[in-house]
């Protein structure tokens, strides 16, 4: 019975916020829909009307929102994934390295000035600061024994400014271009028939299969990424064994939802208890914050020019908002999808397996000084 209650709270949640969402698509904003929700269920968090009944300790609606958002986005991706999305990638993988590496450089040096003026320790700060996403950064600093509250808040505001920021800035971008690029890799529009659902279903089995695996292989976001894997292997191969490329049945409405329930999975968990004690942190996390999404503009800039990948494309790959926030800011703005995923699961896992250890010699360096300073 309870688990009633929270389902349909959840939905009633979801339906609320999309208001917002579709206050802001009236506007002609292609990424409306994902901005205006996030700031609708922001808002519906902060002030927790009793007739939502998030007044509980429960942190936001339930993750299975997300989750299926993010298995809608990989599935959309996995179709759209081909070998022209590799071949750009291997083209130019030692500029991607590099600036990659130079944006993780810029992250380290918004967790020192965090470190400096936010009152909070060293291994904190990088943590908080660090582009590897609301799940993974977490899970990571508390292996460690970084303060795990303040590096959620941080990561929380940094997805939720680079949100609002980035999709509005690219989309301004969008509209202002005589010429918009439209994304290559798009499959045909399938019918509503027999075989296009069919194939709908295969593909759906095929992101859960996919989830699983990526799962076990600890896949960054694995219902995001296993999902889009295990699509575009299964679409590859039955398009080769076929002959030609077959359609699922794949509205446009599908994706709407997905920007939904991931827009409105991440404003509930934002609430006022978050930010008690911490305003001097908040206030200097925010304007690094600000220093950081600008470095990364710099970054996808000269990308662009040195790659010829247009910039729309480069700002959401190397924008510090985590995978399936830019993946699916990049689909509604037609930027090539699979390339901005590539990207952002590949700073994943750098900043996963490289940082943490450079984090824990930062860390015994700051002792070590602060040591010294006391004796």
């Not at 995001?224 to 679409?235: C, E, F, H, P």
């Amino acid at each position: 019975m309870k688990g009633n209650s929270v389902f349909f709270q959840s939905i009633l949640f979801i339906l609320i916020s999309s208001i917002g969402g579709i206050i802001l698509s009236l506007s002609g904003m292609s990424i409306g829909w994902m901005v205006g929700t996030l700031v609708m269920a922001t808002i519906l968090a902060f002030s927790r009307p009793v007739f939502l009944n998030l007044a509980t300790e429960r942190k936001g609606i339930p993750k299975y929102w997300l989750y299926i958002g993010q298995a809608i986005l990989g599935i959309e991706l996995g179709q759209k994934i081909n070998q022209s999305v590799l071949v750009t990638f291997t083209e130019h993988w030692s500029t991607i390295l590099i600036i990659l590496l130079v944006s993780v450089g810029f992250s380290l040096i918004s967790g020192f000035v965090l470190w400096k003026w936010g009152q909070t320790d060293l291994l904190t700060s990088f943590f908080g600061t660090a582009p590897g996403g609301m799940s993974a950064m977490p899970g990571i600093a508390e292996e460690v024994g970084a303060n795990t509250a303040v590096v959620s808040i941080i990561q929380a505001m940094r997805v939720f400014l680079v949100v609002l920021t980035v999709p509005l800035f690219v989309s301004y971008l969008e509209i202002r271009s005589t010429a918009p690029q439209e994304l290559s890799t798009q499959p045909p529009a399938g019918e509503f028939e027999m075989l296009s659902v069919l194939w709908t279903v295969i593909l759906a089995i095929a992101a859960i299969g996919g989830y699983y695996v990526g799962k076990y292989l600890r896949f960054p976001a694995p219902w995001l990424v296993g999902s889009m894997v295990t699509v575009a292997i299964v679409q590859m191969i039955a398009s080769a064994y076929t002959g030609h490329y077959i359609v699922a049945w794949w509205p446009h409405i599908v994706i709407t939802l997905s920007q939904i329930f991931i827009a409105a999975s991440i404003g509930s968990r934002f609430h006022k208890r978050m930010f008690v004690g911490l305003q001097r942190t908040v206030l200097v996390a925010f304007f690094s914050t600000i220093g950081l999404i600008l470095s990364m503009f710099v970054c996808a800039y000269i990308v662009s020019k040195i790659t010829g990948i247009p910039f729309i494309t480069a700002a959401l790959a190397f924008a510090p908002g985590g995978i399936a926030e830019m993946t699916t800011t990049s689909v509604v703005l037609h930027a090539d999808a699979p390339f901005v995923v590539v990207v952002q699961v590949f700073r994943v896992l750098v900043v996963s397996l490289v940082l943490p250890p450079i984090f824990r010699l930062l860390n015994q360096w700051g002792e070590r000084k602060m040591h010294s300073h006391v004796s």
